[in-house]
């Protein structure tokens, strides 16, 4: 793509040129053909410049990092789970992972919990940790120092993708979702969607009604080495509810191109991108809304190029809200405030608000 851009204003400038040569006044001609023939010349070697700088590999991460985070070679020796529900907590958030870690005892009983642990002081894991006391509930304290600062960066996600490369080490297929999820399916309807997965193509999302380019800078596309084109009318999946099967597929085509890219500033944060100021106004709607989705665009553009840019595959068409909803962090810190008081609130509706 970046070559035919490069062709056309190669084109142009040699045109401009001659056109130059051709219509300037006859006494003029032989003193600024020297200086038109001189400009051109300094325009096509800074041509040729770019054209062998987008020739060249694109950035990478230093390769020590997929040795540190087991791509070589797995660095758990635990016990290995069938099926694991996979989420995580930050400073500030231990109100909300209570709750979703309650929820997912009352609504999935006999399943595993793993709750990662991104930095909390030691007050907070203490206080996590007596709610997650069962052996259905473990709480992993990820240590990030070792790779770049930026990956607890809130906006960007970059660790998400790293929580769920560790997860599909301890567990065969997990649902990684964010903490403030609360669910109102049966443990049978979600066992449907594993199931689903497992058998089918490795990952199951659902949908948003934003186009990928809505929401992806133009310039991770060209990271890629594809064309925005192909993603006009493919929906993003968000990250919020994900299934993930640890497949050969999934491992080599979805995971490792995707921690790739978290561990490559170039590609997660290409210049100019940035996660407020969406303006969804603009039409065509599949417009680049002007805000980038860093993780989330990555993992989109990566599920298009696996599956032949047809959401079908990795995407389930049920209603989200039938299976889940969102309960804010202040929501989440108010119940647990009114429960400490011995307060009933019925505006609450734990797990079954409507």
């Known amino acids: ?109 006999t399943e595993q919990l793993l709750i990662y642990d991104l930095g909390l002081a030691e007050a907070e894991l203490h206080t996590l940790q007596a709610f997650c006391n069962s052996s259905r509930c473990t709480v992993i304290t990820y240590d990030v120092s070792a790779l770049p600062s930026y990956i607890t960066d809130e906006n960007m996600h970059a660790f998400r993708p790293i929580i769920i490369h560790d997860a599909l080490i301890r567990a065969k297929t997990i649902l990684f979702t964010e903490n403030l999820v609360r669910l109102r399916a049966s443990a049978k309807e979600l066992s449907e969607f594993r199931i689903k997965t497992e058998n089918g193509s490795g990952v199951t999302g659902w949908a948003t009604r934003q186009a990928v380019t809505s929401r992806t800078h133009p310039k991770m596309f060209d990271y890629f080495d594809t064309d925005a084109d192909n993603y006009l009318f493919v929906r993003m999946v968000a990250l919020d509810f994900v299934f993930f099967s640890s497949t050969p597929l999934v491992n080599d085509m979805v995971m490792l191109p995707w921690v790739r890219c978290m561990l490559t500033p170039e590609c997660l944060h290409p210049i100019g991108a940035q996660s407020g100021g969406c303006k969804y106004n603009k039409k065509p709607q599949y417009r680049y809304s002007g805000c980038h989705g860093y993780d989330t665009s990555a993992f989109n553009i990566i599920l298009g190029l696996t599956y032949g840019f047809d959401e079908d595959k990795y995407s389930a068409h049920n209603d989200s809200s039938t299976l889940f909803y969102l309960e804010t962090l202040e929501q989440a810190t108010k119940i647990l405030e009114n429960r400490r008081k011995n307060i009933s609130d019925t505006s609450e509706h734990p797990y079954t608000e409507e």
């Open 1 to 109: 793509m970046r070559t035919k851009h490069f062709l056309l204003i190669l084109f142009t400038v040699v045109s401009t040129t001659i056109l130059l040569i051709l219509l300037g006044p006859a006494g003029q001609q032989n003193d600024s053909i020297k200086s038109i023939v001189s400009q051109t010349h300094e325009r096509l070697r800074n041509l040729q410049n770019n054209l062998r700088d987008a020739s060249e590999p694109h950035p990478e991460m230093d390769p020590k990092y997929l040795a540190l985070l087991g791509f070589s070679q797995s660095l758990y020796n635990g016990t290995r789970y069938n099926f694991s529900v996979v989420t995580y907590t930050l400073p500030g958030e231990v109100a909300s992972t209570i709750l979703f870690a309650q929820n997912i005892a009352l609504k999935l009983p």
